[in-house]
């Protein structure tokens, strides 16, 4: 029996359903984006791409721990 999803991918499918774009498109825009800290990435995806803060923290959270 597969483990559950913990941590920010947990929130992965209730993004893609609310936002109607899949994951990988929201971590390319991060990616792009010349933000790198973690907060400023947060705002902006809240300020210009109208996400909630729990799911635009977890999309942050997940694209910067494979930046390490």
Do not use: C
């Not at 902006?44 to 977890?58: I, S, V």
């Amino acid at each position: 029996m597969a483990e559950p999803v913990k941590g920010p991918a947990s929130y992965f499918p209730s993004i893609e359903k609310k936002y109607g774009r899949p994951i990988s498109e929201w971590q390319d825009l991060i990616r792009a984006s010349p933000l790198t800290k973690h907060m400023e990435l947060v705002n902006w995806l809240k300020a210009e791409h109208g996400l909630g803060h729990g799911h635009a923290n977890a999309l942050v959270a997940h694209v910067l721990a494979d930046r390490r």
